[in-house]
C-alpha cells in the first residue's frame, strides 16, 4: 500500500523539475480544452489547444510520452467529466483512470512515428486520435463524450457536414488544424511548409463553414405529429422514497391531463419517470394505464423492469409504451450502460465489482452512503416503437453518446428519436449540456428529429439541422410540444456509417501491432 501511494504521488509530483514544470503546463492546457465543452460558444479553442501538447509530446521518448500523455488526458478527462462525482465519486475515479489510457498510446505511438519520420508522424496522429476515439466506443468500458467533435457544438453551420462525415470526420478536421497550425507556426520549419500549412488550416476552415451555411436552411419546419413532453422536476429522494413515491405517479398524470385536449400523438415521460417496474407491479402499472386512458394517448414511460432467468435476478432500465387503452404493447431494455456508473463492464465476470459483492467488505458504502454503481444488465437488441403516424427508437440517457448505435436504429426503420434522461443526478454543472450537445450531434448526423425529455432539463425537441426548436432550462417543471415530420430519407451519413472512423481504427489497429511487434523485437535483440 505504502509503494502505491508513493507511485501516486510521483505520478501527480514528480522529483525532476523540468517534468514538473512540463505537467504545469500541460494541466493549463488540458483545463483550456475543457471550456470548449462548456455551455458557451469557447468552441474555437478546440482549434488550437492540443497544438502545445502535441509539440511537447514529440519531444520524448515513446515510454516518457506515455506518461506524459497519460497524465495530460488524466487533467483533460478531471476537467471535462469532474461532474460524474456527483453520481458516484468511485465510478469517476475508475472511468477517468481507464479513459486517459487511449490517448496515452496514441501519443506514445505518435512520439515514436514522428522521431522515425516526421512526416510520418504528421499524417498518423489524426488518423491514431479518430481510431481512438471509435474505438473507445465498442466495449462496455465505453464512455465516448469528449469526442473532439463535440467542442464544437454551439457553432451549428461548422457542424453540419456531420451528416456526410459524421463526427469522427469533424475530430479529424480538428486534428488537422491543429496539426497544420503548429506547422504554420513552427519557426523551424521551411517557409514552403509554413505557407502549405496555412492553406490546409484555411482550406478545411472555408470548407466545412461554407457546407454549413449553403445546406442550413433559414426558418425550420414543423410537420403534422405532435408531441408533448413531460419534465416534472422530481428530486430524487421524493422520487423513491415509499412515503413520497405516490406524488411522482400524481404529478404526471397532472401535467398528462394538462396536454389531453390537445390532439397529441404521443406523450413522453423522462427517464424512469414511473419508480417502479410496471410489467411485474401491477398496482403501479394499473396507475400508468389510468393516465393513458384518462388522456386517451399513446404514453412512452421511463420505468424499470425485471427478468428472472436461471433463478437470477435481472434488472433493465427500461421505456414502456402504453396505449391509449392502457395496455403496454412496446418494451425497450436500454443497451448501452454508463460503465462504472449503471453497471460492471462484463459483470458476469467480474462479480466481485457488483455492488452487493462490494458492500459485504467495504462498510463505508453503507455506513457513509456512498453512491456506488448499480447492477442493471444490457438489453440485446433496439427496438421500433409505433404511433399511428411513424416508428421511433428510444435513446435511454447515455446511448445518444454513439452515432453507429443511433444510426442503427434508424436503418431499423425509426422516423424520429425519442431520448429520455435524468440529468438530475449532475446538478448545475456541464453535465447536462455536454449531454444535451450529443443529441444535437444525432440529429444533424442523421437528419432526423430528436424529442429529448429530461426529468431536471434540458428537455428539447431537437430539428434535422440541430436547431431546439423548443426546449426548457434546468431545475424547471414544465411541458413543451411540438409538430415534428418523420424522416424524409437517410443523410450521407446514415447510408455508409461512421466509415472514417472504422477505416481509421483499422489503420490504427495496424500501426500499433506493427510498433509493439518492433518493441518486442527490440527487447528481444537486447537480450540476446
Given at each position: 500500500m505504502?509503494?502505491?501511494l508513493?507511485?501516486?504521488?510521483?505520478?501527480?509530483?514528480?522529483?525532476?523539475?523540468?517534468?514538473?514544470?512540463?505537467?504545469?503546463?500541460?494541466?493549463?492546457?488540458?483545463?483550456?480544452?475543457?471550456?470548449?465543452?462548456?455551455?458557451?460558444?469557447?468552441?474555437?479553442?478546440?482549434w488550437?489547444?492540443?497544438?502545445?501538447?502535441?509539440?511537447?509530446?514529440?519531444?520524448?521518448?515513446?515510454?516518457?510520452a506515455?506518461?506524459?500523455?497519460?497524465?495530460?488526458?488524466?487533467?483533460?478527462?478531471?476537467?471535462?467529466?469532474?461532474?460524474?462525482?456527483?453520481?458516484?465519486?468511485?465510478?469517476?475515479?475508475?472511468?477517468?483512470?481507464?479513459l486517459?489510457?487511449?490517448?496515452?498510446?496514441?501519443?506514445?505511438?505518435?512520439?515514436?512515428?514522428?522521431?522515425?519520420?516526421?512526416?510520418?508522424?504528421?499524417l498518423?496522429?489524426?488518423?491514431?486520435?479518430?481510431?481512438?476515439?471509435?474505438?473507445?466506443?465498442?466495449?462496455?468500458?465505453?464512455?465516448?463524450?469528449?469526442?473532439?467533435?463535440?467542442?464544437?457544438?454551439?457553432?451549428?453551420?461548422?457542424?453540419?457536414?456531420?451528416?456526410?462525415?459524421?463526427?469522427?470526420?469533424?475530430?479529424?478536421?480538428?486534428?488537422?488544424?491543429?496539426?497544420?497550425?503548429?506547422?504554420?507556426?513552427?519557426?523551424?520549419?521551411?517557409?514552403?511548409?509554413?505557407?502549405?500549412?496555412?492553406?490546409?488550416?484555411?482550406?478545411?476552415?472555408v470548407?466545412?463553414?461554407?457546407?454549413?451555411?449553403?445546406?442550413?436552411?433559414?426558418?425550420?419546419?414543423?410537420?403534422?405529429?405532435?408531441?408533448?413532453?413531460?419534465?416534472?422536476?422530481?428530486d430524487?429522494?421524493?422520487?423513491?422514497?415509499?412515503?413520497?413515491?405516490?406524488?411522482?405517479?400524481?404529478?404526471?398524470?397532472?401535467?398528462s391531463?394538462?396536454?389531453?385536449?390537445?390532439?397529441?400523438?404521443?406523450?413522453?415521460?423522462?427517464?424512469?419517470?414511473?419508480?417502479?417496474?410496471?410489467?411485474?407491479?401491477?398496482?403501479?402499472?394499473?396507475?400508468?394505464?389510468?393516465?393513458?386512458?384518462?388522456?386517451?394517448?399513446?404514453?412512452?414511460?421511463?420505468?424499470?423492469?425485471?427478468?428472472?432467468?436461471?433463478?437470477?435476478?435481472?434488472?433493465?432500465?427500461?421505456?414502456?409504451?402504453?396505449?391509449?387503452?392502457?395496455?403496454?404493447?412496446?418494451?425497450?431494455?436500454k443497451?448501452?450502460l454508463?460503465?462504472?456508473?449503471?453497471?460492471?463492464?462484463?459483470?458476469?465476470?467480474?462479480?466481485?465489482?457488483?455492488?452487493?459483492?462490494?458492500?459485504?467488505?467495504?462498510?463505508?458504502?453503507?455506513?457513509?452512503?456512498i453512491?456506488?454503481?448499480?447492477?442493471?444488465y444490457?438489453?440485446?437488441?433496439?427496438?421500433?416503437?409505433?404511433?399511428?403516424?411513424?416508428?421511433?427508437?428510444?435513446?435511454?440517457?447515455?446511448?445518444?453518446a454513439?452515432?453507429?448505435?443511433?444510426?442503427?436504429?434508424?436503418?431499423?426503420?425509426?422516423?424520429?428519436?425519442?431520448?429520455?434522461?435524468?440529468?438530475?443526478?449532475?446538478?448545475?454543472?456541464?453535465g447536462?449540456?455536454?449531454?444535451?450537445?450529443?443529441?444535437?450531434?444525432?440529429?444533424?448526423?442523421?437528419?432526423?428529429?430528436?424529442?429529448?425529455?429530461?426529468?431536471?432539463?434540458?428537455?428539447?425537441?431537437?430539428?434535422p439541422?440541430?436547431?431546439?426548436?423548443?426546449s426548457?432550462?434546468?431545475?424547471?417543471?414544465?411541458?413543451?410540444?411540438?409538430?415534428?415530420?418523420?424522416?424524409e430519407?437517410?443523410?450521407?451519413?446514415?447510408?455508409?456509417?461512421?466509415?472514417?472512423?472504422?477505416?481509421?481504427?483499422?489503420?490504427?489497429?495496424?500501426?500499433?501491432?506493427?510498433?509493439?511487434?518492433?518493441?518486442?523485437k527490440?527487447?528481444?535483440?537486447?537480450?540476446?
Amino acid at each position: 500500500m505504502k509503494s502505491l501511494l508513493t507511485n501516486i504521488k510521483h505520478f501527480f509530483w514528480p522529483k525532476d523539475k523540468s517534468v514538473r514544470l512540463r505537467r504545469l503546463e500541460l494541466i493549463f492546457w488540458a483545463f483550456l480544452l475543457a471550456l470548449a465543452y462548456l455551455p458557451l460558444p469557447f468552441g474555437f479553442i478546440a482549434w488550437f489547444a492540443l497544438i502545445r501538447p502535441i509539440q511537447i509530446i514529440s519531444k520524448l521518448t515513446p515510454k516518457e510520452a506515455f506518461r506524459a500523455g497519460y497524465f495530460y488526458s488524466f487533467m483533460a478527462n478531471l476537467f471535462q467529466l469532474y461532474w460524474v462525482a456527483i453520481v458516484t465519486p468511485p465510478g469517476m475515479v475508475a472511468a477517468i483512470f481507464l479513459l486517459s489510457l487511449y490517448p496515452a498510446i496514441i501519443f506514445s505511438s505518435f512520439a515514436k512515428l514522428y522521431q522515425w519520420r516526421k512526416w510520418v508522424g504528421l499524417l498518423a496522429l489524426p488518423i491514431l486520435w479518430v481510431g481512438m476515439e471509435y474505438f473507445r466506443s465498442l466495449t462496455e468500458v465505453s464512455f465516448p463524450w469528449t469526442d473532439l467533435a463535440y467542442s464544437q457544438g454551439y457553432y451549428l453551420t461548422l457542424i453540419q457536414i456531420v451528416s456526410v462525415i459524421g463526427c469522427y470526420g469533424l475530430s479529424l478536421f480538428l486534428m488537422i488544424i491543429n496539426i497544420s497550425l503548429w506547422q504554420m507556426l513552427s519557426k523551424s520549419n521551411r517557409l514552403e511548409t509554413r505557407v502549405s500549412s496555412a492553406l490546409v488550416v484555411l482550406g478545411v476552415s472555408v470548407f466545412v463553414f461554407l457546407y454549413g451555411w449553403v445546406v442550413l436552411p433559414p426558418y425550420p419546419e414543423t410537420g403534422d405529429i405532435k408531441i408533448s413532453m413531460l419534465q416534472g422536476n422530481v428530486d430524487l429522494d421524493t422520487k423513491w422514497k415509499s412515503e413520497t413515491r405516490m406524488r411522482n405517479f400524481e404529478l404526471y398524470d397532472s401535467l398528462s391531463q394538462s396536454v389531453a385536449n390537445d390532439s397529441v400523438d404521443l406523450i413522453i415521460w423522462p427517464e424512469t419517470a414511473a419508480p417502479c417496474y410496471p410489467r411485474v407491479e401491477r398496482r403501479y402499472r394499473d396507475i400508468l394505464a389510468g393516465t393513458a386512458r384518462r388522456s386517451g394517448t399513446t404514453h412512452l414511460i421511463g420505468a424499470l423492469d425485471v427478468i428472472y432467468e436461471n433463478k437470477k435476478e435481472k434488472a433493465y432500465n427500461s421505456a414502456f409504451q402504453f396505449s391509449a387503452d392502457g395496455l403496454i404493447d412496446t418494451t425497450y431494455h436500454k443497451v448501452k450502460l454508463v460503465p462504472f456508473s449503471e453497471h460492471v463492464p462484463y459483470q458476469d465476470y467480474l462479480p466481485f465489482l457488483t455492488r452487493d459483492f462490494l458492500a459485504q467488505y467495504l462498510d463505508a458504502i453503507k455506513m457513509h452512503q456512498i453512491q456506488w454503481w448499480s447492477d442493471f444488465y444490457p438489453g440485446d437488441t433496439t427496438v421500433i416503437f409505433n404511433i399511428d403516424k411513424a416508428g421511433y427508437a428510444v435513446l435511454i440517457c447515455f446511448e445518444s453518446a454513439f452515432p453507429q448505435f443511433v444510426r442503427q436504429t434508424i436503418l431499423d426503420g425509426a422516423e424520429f428519436l425519442v431520448t429520455i434522461t435524468n440529468d438530475t443526478w449532475f446538478g448545475r454543472s456541464s453535465g447536462p449540456y455536454q449531454h444535451l450537445i450529443l443529441s444535437v450531434f444525432r440529429a444533424v448526423e442523421n437528419r432526423i428529429w430528436v424529442a429529448r425529455c429530461a426529468n431536471s432539463g434540458i428537455s428539447a425537441f431537437i430539428d434535422p439541422f440541430g436547431r431546439q426548436i423548443v426546449s426548457t432550462g434546468l431545475y424547471t417543471r414544465d411541458v413543451i410540444s411540438a409538430n415534428i415530420y418523420p424522416l424524409e430519407g437517410h443523410s450521407t451519413f446514415t447510408k455508409i456509417g461512421p466509415i472514417i472512423g472504422q477505416i481509421s481504427a483499422l489503420i490504427m489497429a495496424v500501426l500499433l501491432v506493427i510498433l509493439l511487434f518492433l518493441w518486442i523485437k527490440g527487447k528481444f535483440t537486447k537480450s540476446r
